[in-house]
């Protein structure tokens, strides 16, 4: 893993080394959760069975943070017969865009064995834009005998991790390690997920970035 800097912004890389509380007496109310909207741009031509699979992939590692999340596939149907959502209208704070795309074939930047990458405002440390290489991800998972698109939605919930907690933000474990070795991704099936910690962090940041929204509706909030 590492971090790539220009004047406008910061991209968090991710590259493989080859690749209950008891409740009380009295009713008490909850807070409804904190709401994210990822918007999928396939522009790769990734098959819609692992299009779906990523999508669910990611949906489940950001839903277990306690996040309420709902999942466009923009531009083109998810999968045969499905309407085409637009998404024409403008980014809202609480929504954030992963680009599927493959690998630009003549970026001599791009470190071959990257997966993906987050672009992040250094001024505020956050963002609204990742990108995944499909066809990088598609042959690692080919080699290594895993699900594609599972593969894939791990990438991209990694990369939205850096969009809410930063971009040079690792872990020693779970999802946003750095280093994800072929061992480790033919290894390990559950362990890919936020901590507890890291949860709590971007329940913080999302509700920071929907009330600057609120409080000032003309300004970024990234």
């Known amino acids: 893993m590492k971090s790539i800097t220009s004047c406008v912004m910061t991209m968090a890389v991710l590259a493989g080394t080859t690749l209950a509380v008891r409740a009380a007496a009295a009713p008490t109310v909850q807070a409804p959760p904190v709401a994210l909207t990822i918007r999928f741009y396939n522009t790769s031509g990734m098959p819609s069975q692992n299009l779906l699979a990523a999508r669910r992939a990611t949906e489940s590692i950001l839903r277990d943070t306690g996040l309420d999340v709902v999942a466009r596939h923009c531009g083109r149907s998810a999968a045969p017969g499905e309407p085409v959502d637009a998404c024409d ?102 362990g890919w997920r936020f901590s507890m910690g890291e949860a709590a962090r971007i329940h913080r940041v999302l509700e920071s970035i929907v009330g600057a929204s609120i409080a000032n509706p003309a300004g970024t909030t990234f």
Do not use: C
């Open 89 to 190: 209208e403008p980014l809202k704070a609480s929504e954030l865009v992963v680009r599927i795309i493959d690998a630009p074939a003549f970026n001599t930047t791009l470190h071959p064995d990257v997966y993906g990458l987050a672009y992040v405002v250094p001024d505020t440390n956050r963002g609204w834009l990742a990108t995944v290489f499909s066809d990088r991800i598609d042959r690692a998972a080919t080699r290594l005998g895993v699900d594609t698109g599972t593969l894939l939605g791990l990438v991209a919930a990694h990369e939205v991790g850096h969009l809410l907690l930063g971009s040079t933000y690792h872990a020693e474990g779970g999802l946003m390690r750095a280093d994800w070795t072929d061992a480790l991704l033919a290894r390990e099936s559950q």
